[in-house]
Structures are given as structure tokens and as C-alpha cells.
């Protein structure tokens, strides 16, 4: 098992920035691949940042590219997504995810969740 609790969300201005923390508690993530997602009201579940959590290898969705950096402290076993030049429809409960498969960006994929943080951006 591996526990996620997630933390940093809040409101921001248009163009502000924002980090975001999960942090991890279980099995060691050595194995493991973590990610963000959003979802925003009505919407379903999006892709936005991975990492492996062994070698740090990064991937991040098209629309946050430049912007969004996705990292990670493994003395903390925390998880961080650092979010900068935010827009108003980016407001959306942010969560990390873990899974022991490479390569995913669906996340019906990911097996443990954390409880979300909202974010909100307005215009």
C-alpha cells in the first residue's frame, strides 16, 4: 500500500504560481512511477506531469510544458509539482498518483490516490 496526501493548493491570480506537495508513506516507491492529475467540475480526470521515482525521469502533457516542473525528494518522499503562468482554466482538484507500471498517462492506470487539492486560478 502507499498512502498520497496532498497539499499547497490554493487561490492564485491568473498568471501566478503555485507548488504543490504529496507526501508518500507505504511501500518503498522505488519501483514506482508518480504522477499529477487534475479535474476540473464536469470534466474527466487529465494527465498533467510523471516521474520515476528511481532515476527522475520526466513527462508532462503538451498544454503544461514550460510552464509546470514535476520533481521529487526521495530523503522526504515527497512529490512536488511546481506550477507557474497559471490560467483560469486550470482551476481544478489536483492529485497525485502511484503506479508500478511505466509509461501511463490514463488514470484508471494508477492504483493509489491522494484526496486532491483544489486550485484555483482567477482571471
Known amino acids: 500500500q502507499v498512502q498520497l496526501v496532498e497539499s499547497g493548493g490554493g487561490l492564485v491570480q491568473a498568471g501566478g504560481s503555485l507548488r504543490l506537495s504529496c507526501a508518500a508513506s507505504?511501500?518503498?516507491?522505488?519501483?514506482?512511477?508518480m504522477a499529477w492529475f487534475r479535474q476540473a467540475p464536469g470534466k474527466e480526470r487529465e494527465f498533467v506531469a510523471r516521474?520515476?521515482?528511481?532515476?527522475?525521469?520526466?513527462y508532462y502533457a503538451d498544454s503544461v510544458k514550460g510552464r509546470f516542473t514535476i520533481s521529487r525528494d526521495k530523503s522526504k518522499n515527497t512529490l512536488y509539482l511546481q506550477m507557474n503562468n497559471l490560467k483560469p482554466e486550470e482551476t481544478a482538484v489536483h492529485y497525485c498518483a502511484a503506479t508500478p507500471r511505466s509509461g501511463r498517462v490514463i488514470w484508471k492506470e494508477y492504483d493509489y490516490w491522494g484526496q486532491g487539492t483544489q486550485v484555483t486560478v482567477s482571471s
Open positions: 507505504g511501500r518503498t516507491l522505488s519501483s514506482y512511477v
Open positions: 516521474i520515476t521515482w528511481s532515476g527522475g525521469s520526466t
